[in-house]
T-cell receptor, first 112, second 117 residues
Framework: DGGITQSPKYLFRKEGQNVTLSCEQN?????MYWYRQDPGQGLRLIYY???????QKGDIAEGYSVSREKKESFPLTVTSAQKNPTAFYLC???????????FGEGSWLTVV | AQSVTQPDIHITVSEGASLELRCNYS??????LFWYVQSPGQGLQLLLK??????LVQGIKGFEAEFKRSQSSFNLRKPSVHWSDAAEYFC???????????????FGAGTRLAVHP
């Protein structure tokens, strides 16, 4: 089936460890996005990428890093520099000349 | 910079009642406008979108929204709410890019809808 796959769905990490969230899409979409969701704050954009090997910072990029080595993959690394990493993370994608962003099912990250 | 305001954090309606969720945006031109719905712990599903043309747009699940330029609003409506509509609803705007389309979406804080039987 076509879609956006995020893994893992649930992840627990100790404070100070880096963690990488996977996002893969088989929709042949050009652009990919990472959003963070906290209760009462809606979705905030972390990073986005419109083409392979290029990406831009969103509104809350500090403490995060991404790569876009393949069109279908856009992994997000939550580094130890991120002050409050516990959140729900959503990956999304769209065709560049298309107008709708489609979302994955999300990944829950808990840092203890 | 563009921004999105959803003034109502929580709304409770009775099943069968009508619904209106408010969305106001701040942007100099006409943005791309979206409404998404999210069930707990899930991703977002697109309900409807507006880019240009007819200001009343129809979406899935019986929802509609009306773009009002003079009020910078894009309110979501449904004439008769079902218990399965209980969820969180997000309004989003995309600023038009020079090359056409938009680059990213900015989301409102969301409105959580509860439906009483």
């Amino acid at each position: 089936d076509g879609g956006i796959t995020q893994s893992p769905k649930y992840l627990f990490r100790k404070e100070g460890q880096n963690v990488t969230l996977s996002c893969e899409q088989n929709l042949n979409h050009d652009a990919m996005y990472w959003y963070r969701q906290d209760p009462g704050q809606g979705l905030r954009l972390i990073y986005y990428s419109q083409i392979v090997n290029d990406f831009q910072k969103g509104d809350i990029a500090e403490g995060y890093s991404v790569s876009r080595e393949k069109k279908e993959s856009f992994p997000l690394t939550v580094t130890s520099a991120q002050k409050n990493p516990t959140a729900f993370y959503l990956c999304a994608s769209r065709v560049m000349d298309g107008n709708t962003i489609y979302f994955g099912e999300g990944s829950w990250l808990t840092v203890v | 910079a563009q921004s999105v305001t959803q003034p109502d954090i929580h709304i409770t309606v009775s099943e069968g009642a009508s619904l209106e969720l408010r969305c106001n945006y701040s942007y100099g031109a006409t943005p791309y406008l979206f409404w998404y719905v999210q069930s707990p712990g899930q991703g977002l599903q697109l309900l409807l979108k507006y880019f240009s043309g007819d200001t009343l747009v129809q979406g899935i699940k019986g929802f509609e929204a009306e773009f009002k330029r003079s009020q910078s609003s894009f309110n979501l409506r449904k004439p008769s709410v079902h218990w399965s509509d209980a969820a969180e609803y997000f309004c989003a705007v995309g600023a038009r890019a020079q090359a056409g389309g938009y680059n990213k979406l900015i989301f409102g804080a969301g409105t959580r809808l509860a439906v009483h039987p």
